[in-house]
């Protein structure tokens, strides 16, 4: 079945490590997001990618950083820079990008310990 | 700036009671405008896309519309497994980001 995995479902990190959330899809699309997800905030961007070899910084990338070497792969990586990194993050792909629906995957909970 | 309001924040209904969220937004130039479902937990799951003023979707006890500076998730009937939270999202001409909402916590009673 096509979709979107993302894994591991729950993570939990010590202040001052980097943790890398991995998000794949077999969908064949171009375009790919990470979102952080808060309670009662929306769902804010951190990062996309159109294409292979490039991505673009969302509204809240700081201590955040990506790659997007293969087409169906968009790793997350979440640094120690970032000042409060426990929250919901949610990884989503689309064919295009442009005014076409964004599939979701389930989801990655990260806690810092 | 883009911005998206839903409201209400949270709604309770009585299975079977019918009622709409509202979903008021500013874009520059509106490309597409965009409904999820997101159970606790989980990933958002498409719902519908509405492109131009006038547009209706419907799916199920679902039927969405649109305005140029709204758009309504009208809920007919619904039961407890309508029960989740109804994100909007917009998307501007010219840009390849989306913009949400802060979601509405539907909740239906049996």
């Known amino acids: 079945d096509g979709g979107i995995t993302q894994s591991p479902k729950y993570l939990f990190r010590k202040e001052g490590q980097n943790v890398t959330l991995s998000c794949e899809q077999n969908?064949?699309?171009?375009?790919m997001y990470w979102y952080r997800q808060d309670p009662g905030q929306g769902l804010r961007l951190i990062y996309y990618s159109q294409i292979v070899n490039d991505f673009q910084k969302g509204d809240i990338a700081e201590g955040y950083s990506v790659s997007r070497e293969k087409k169906e792969s968009f790793p997350l990586t979440v640094t120690s820079a970032q000042k409060n990194p426990t929250a919901f993050y949610l990884c989503?792909?689309?064919?295009?990008?442009?005014?076409?629906?964004?599939?979701f995957g389930q989801g990655t909970r990260l806690t810092v310990v | 700036e883009d911005q998206v309001t839903q409201s209400p924040e949270a709604l309770r209904l009585q299975e079977g009671e019918s009622s709409s969220l509202n979903c008021s937004y500013t874009?520059?130039?509106?490309?597409?405008l965009f409904w999820y479902r997101q159970d606790p937990g989980k990933g958002p799951e498409f719902l519908f896309t509405l492109y131009s003023a006038g547009e209706e979707k419907e799916k199920e006890r679902l039927k969405a519309t649109l305005t140029k500076k709204e758009s309504f998730l009208h809920i007919t009937a619904p039961k407890p497994e309508d029960s989740a939270t109804y994100l909007c999202a917009v998307q501007a001409g010219g840009s390849e980001k989306l913009v949400f909402g802060k979601g509405m916590k539907l909740t239906v009673n049996p």
């Open positions: 969908l064949n699309h171009d375009a």
């Open positions: 874009v520059s130039g509106l490309r597409g």
């Open positions: 989503a792909s689309s064919i295009d990008g442009l005014s076409t629906e964004a599939f």
